[in-house]
């Protein structure tokens, strides 16, 4: 595959002008740039410039609110809601981080309901942001049926991502953002693009036949991992990013979309806790270190998430290979 060298600077630049170029504001642009660029800085290709058509074309057909003006409101005293008003939810997410932290803190748990928005964005960003200020955090979202319920073989869940951090005292966060389904979509995208296979637990044909072909899994359905358990993950986040919040359900949003391809419409629930404010405010980090200190001592371990502190530490110097096929079609857009 023939590819460009692009340094994050270049990189940012890039998606900024296209989205700026497209109807977005400054605000919005910069924040879904930012983003992307961090994703693209920790080698994280799938959420990276890859979603940059994405958001570029939501904004241009008026499906997304590129100059989105997110409002936050108290709903009760632990509880947020913020309306992304129709834009995207990096900047929603970036208007709502401090209420959301200092409600946190104030009552020792807090939740933050979403709506109103896209998410197509990196999950752990948002939730690493948490573990920064010393918090705990959790956050679902929904997306577009890709997903068969368990026995099933017709798309009904989203591929339903959910995020989690644990703060540490001098080293990174503890972070994990994982699909309940056994592949994030984008992956699947971009084997279909690239010509690879996907593993046989990835999906199934249209006709429920099964496959490595990512095109059949694309036009047929995708399953959760680990089977059932991974699918009654995917339903609980859309309870809990859906009908608990009243927003869509993976369903809902694609009849939303009417067909036209567009970003998936839908809500995110996110929750900080405090674990100094829940019984061992002076050891709860040091314990969570006596965890990780045995995870590690098994040759072979690793943490959830240190590849992407690792490769965040290289890619300033080092850059990015962006696929030229995908530089040529966001230079298109422009």
Request: hydrophobic share 40%.
């Amino acid at each position: 595959m023939s590819t460009i060298h692009l340094s994050l600077e270049e990189a940012h630049s890039l998606a900024m002008d296209c989205l700026l170029k497209n109807g977005c504001d400054e605000a919005n642009a910069r924040a879904a740039a930012d983003r992307m660029i961090q994703a693209e800085g920790d080698l994280c290709h799938s959420h990276g410039l890859f979603r940059l058509p994405w958001y570029a074309g939501a904004v241009k057909s008026g499906r997304a609110n590129g100059k989105a003006k997110p409002r936050v409101e108290q709903l009760a005293p632990a509880v947020i809601r913020v309306d992304g008003d129709g834009g995207f939810a990096p900047l929603a997410q970036e208007i709502a981080h401090q209420p959301l932290v200092d409600c946190a803190r104030e009552n020792g748990i807090a939740s933050m309901a979403l709506v109103n928005m896209f998410h197509i964005a990196a999950m752990w960003p948002e939730v690493e942001k948490l573990a920064m200020e010393g918090l705990c955090g959790f956050a679902f979202t929904a997306s577009y049926p890709y997903v068969a319920p368990a026995g099933g073989s017709k798309p009904l869940y989203g591929t339903n991502p959910m995020g989690f951090s644990w703060p540490r005292k001098d080293k990174p966060p503890l972070v994990f953002d994982q699909a309940s389904a056994a592949m994030a979509r984008g992956e699947i995208m971009i084997a279909a693009r690239d010509g690879h296979s996907v593993p046989e637990t990835a999906g199934i044909g249209p006709d429920g036949e099964a496959t490595t072909d990512p095109n059949v899994v694309l036009e047929g359905a995708q399953l959760g991992f680990g089977g059932y358990k991974g699918a009654a993950l995917a339903m609980m986040v859309e309870l809990l990013a859906g009908a608990m919040i009243g927003e869509f359900l993976s369903i809902e949003s694609a009849e939303d979309d009417g067909g036209k391809g567009g970003p998936p419409k839908g809500g995110e629930l996110m929750i900080a806790i405090d674990p100094a404010r829940h019984g061992d405010p002076e050891g709860f980090l040091a314990r969570g270190e006596t965890l990780f200190e045995a995870i590690l001592e098994q040759e072979g371990t690793r943490l959830p998430g240190a590849r992407r502190f690792i490769n965040r530490q290289k890619t300033p110097e080092t850059g990015i290979e962006v696929p030229r096929s995908l530089h040529e079609s966001i230079l298109a857009l422009m």
